[in-house]
């Protein structure tokens, strides 16, 4: 099998399957006076967005606030953006998101905004520029209903919220 571009083999369950990355363009405005989000590592799957501030916002325990980044993105139809927490600025520090993931709309122009709560006991600062959250660029689906009087039956039914068991 011949690879070309991003293609690589991959295994599962000891068997090859063919995994293909996809770039694509998207437009992007930068307000802010950071440097366009990127990717850390080639295995990266979000890029960190930057907080676009003039001054440092202290956020008190159990305080929420938005937070602007500067950027405003044109995504191809098909595509949403997601905005998810940075890990070591919840373990660290704390400082998570709400409504995680958000999404960020394909025809939505406007800027990319971060709600961030502090959730830790103690006064966290965000700094500007700090990198205050991660965004995946992902395709999604539309779907058509399809109205039913009943559902198929499976094994697990209508279980849900612990039903297999604490452990």
């Not at 405003?72 to 905005?83: D, H, K, N, R, S």
């Not at 939505?108 to 959730?119: A, L």
């Not at 205050?132 to 058509?144: G, L, N």
Request: net charge negative; proline share 7%; aromatic share 6%.
């Amino acid at each position: 099998m011949q690879l070309q571009g991003t293609e690589k083999v991959l295994q599962l369950d000891n068997e090859p399957y063919l995994c293909q990355m996809h770039k694509i363009k998207v437009k992007i405005v930068n307000q802010s006076a950071f440097p366009l989000p990127e990717y850390a590592t080639t295995g990266s799957a979000g890029m960190d967005l930057r907080a676009n501030l003039q001054n440092i916002v202290l956020l008190k325990p159990l305080e929420r606030t938005l937070i602007p980044t500067g950027l405003f993105i044109e995504l191809p139809e098909g595509y949403e953006a997601q905005i998810r927490p940075r890990s070591g600025l919840a373990i660290k520090r704390g400082l998570t998101l709400l409504n995680t993931p958000g999404t960020i709309d394909a025809d939505y122009r406007g800027e990319i905004k971060v709600i961030m709560v502090n959730v830790s006991g103690e006064d966290q600062p965000i700094q500007p520029g700090e990198r205050i959250a991660q965004m995946i660029i992902a395709p999604y689906m539309q779907i058509q209903w399809e109205e039913a009087a009943i559902l198929s039956e499976t094994d697990r039914g209508d279980g849900g919220f612990g039903h297999t068991g604490k452990h």
